[in-house]
Structures are given as C-alpha cells and as structure tokens.
C-alpha cells in the first residue's frame, strides 16, 4: 500500500504561481511513478503530468512549459510548480502513484482556483 498526503493549492490571479506538494509514504519501493490529475466541475478527471522512477516526465499539451513536476527522493516527495495560471487550470488537484505496474494510490486532492 501507498499512501498521499497533499498540500499547497489555494487561490491565485491569472498569471500566478502555485506549488502543489505529495508526500508519499509505505511501500515506496513499489512506486512506478507519480504524478497529478485534475479534475473541473463537469469534467472528466485528467492527467495533468507523472514523473518515473527513472526521471522520465510527461505532460498533457494544456500545462507544457508551465507546469513542471520535480521530486525530491530523500523526501519521498512529488513537487508541481505551476505558473502563468489560467482560469481554465481551476479543478481540484489530485496526486497519483501507480505501483506495483497496475495498482493506483491517490491523495485527498486540493483545490486550486484561478481568478481572471
């Protein structure tokens, strides 16, 4: 089992930053990789941006070049730093591990809200 606790998120002004913290904890050994999910009202959730064991990272084309993810391992923990918010960024955050390849931990997921 893997567990993730969140914080940062809040609210912030068009063109702002905010950094999203998750800490994991238990099986670490067994984390593939981690990364975030977002979901809006109505929306469906979606994969914001992961980061491998092996330092890989991918990110949804919405978020290029102004979010990044970073971990810290001594920490056992994931970082994401956004900037030049939009509105259209407002959801509620969710951090994910995958492990054990096909089993999914998420956090208890943060708001965050971008005024125009």
């Known amino acids: 089992q893997v567990q993730l606790v969140e914080s940062g998120g809040g609210l912030v002004q068009a063109g702002g930053s905010l950094r999203l913290s998750c800490a994991a904890s238990?099986?670490?050994?067994?984390?593939?990789?981690m990364g975030w999910y977002r979901q809006a009202p109505g929306k469906q959730r979606e994969l914001v941006t992961f980061?491998?064991?092996?330092?890989?990272?991918s990110y949804a084309d919405s978020v290029k070049g102004r979010f990044t993810i970073s971990r810290d391992n001594a920490k056992n923990t994931v970082y994401l730093q956004m900037n030049s918010l939009k509105p259209e960024d407002t959801a509620v955050y969710y951090c994910?591990?995958?492990?054990?390849?096909?089993?999914?931990?998420w956090g208890q997921g943060t708001q965050v809200t971008v005024s125009s």
């Open positions: 980061i491998t064991t092996g330092g890989t990272t």
């Open positions: 994910n591990a995958r492990y054990y390849s096909n089993r999914d931990s």
């Open positions: 238990g099986s670490i050994f067994s984390i593939n990789r």
